[in-house]
């Protein structure tokens, strides 16, 4: 693989890593990401100003040349399983590769971060897709891992002169 881009955010306590290459070796990389953060991040001691659920917070797999949205999403859900089954880590589908419609969406399967993980394994609707649903001392230092499909996502940080989270939306 060829990495792009490497951004450490301070604030946020989180690095984000760009790279291309064909597929095998991207989800490869990307396994051995995880596999990397899981060794090297407790999230019982994590600090860190932008959302998160674990020491890998968030892997999409976005097509950029040579290969469709659609072997995206299998790319995204068979580095799911394998992580959930081989690093034992709680592993959730997002956008294309969802496994339901409430599960699209990044800020809804984040909701209340790390420290609400040990409830959302429990629960029915939000556990993981792949993965344990005990909350062992293992999950408790890696957290959990969200994996997806989607587009090219441009975002930025604004700041604004309200706290109310409904103006700041809209």
């Known amino acids: ?38 060794e090297l991040i407790d999230m019982r001691t994590h600090q860190g100003e932008h959302p998160r659920m674990g020491a890998t917070d968030v892997c999409p797999f976005v097509p950029v040349q040579g290969i469709s949205l659609e072997e995206c999403i299998e790319l995204a859900r068979t580095l799911a399983k394998r992580v959930g089954e081989e690093l ?30 040990e409830d959302k394994l429990a629960d029915g609707q939000w556990g993981p897709d792949f993965g344990p649903r005990e909350f062992s001392e293992a999950v408790a230092k890696s957290g959990g891992t969200i994996i997806g499909a989607r587009p090219f996502l441009i975002a930025w940080n604004i700041n604004l002169n309200t706290n109310n989270q409904r103006k700041a939306e809209k």
Not at 94 to 116: F, H, Q, T, V
């Open 1 to 38: 693989v060829r990495l792009l881009d490497v951004d450490p955010g301070f604030a946020a306590n989180r690095t984000v890593f760009t790279f291309v290459g064909d597929p095998k070796s991207v989800s490869e990389a990307a396994f051995s990401a995880i596999r990397t953060a899981q």
């Open 88 to 117: 034992e880590i709680p592993t959730f589908l997002y956008e294309a590769a969802a496994s339901s419609p409430e599960r699209i969406r990044l800020p809804d399967l984040r909701k209340g971060e790390y420290e609400a993980l």
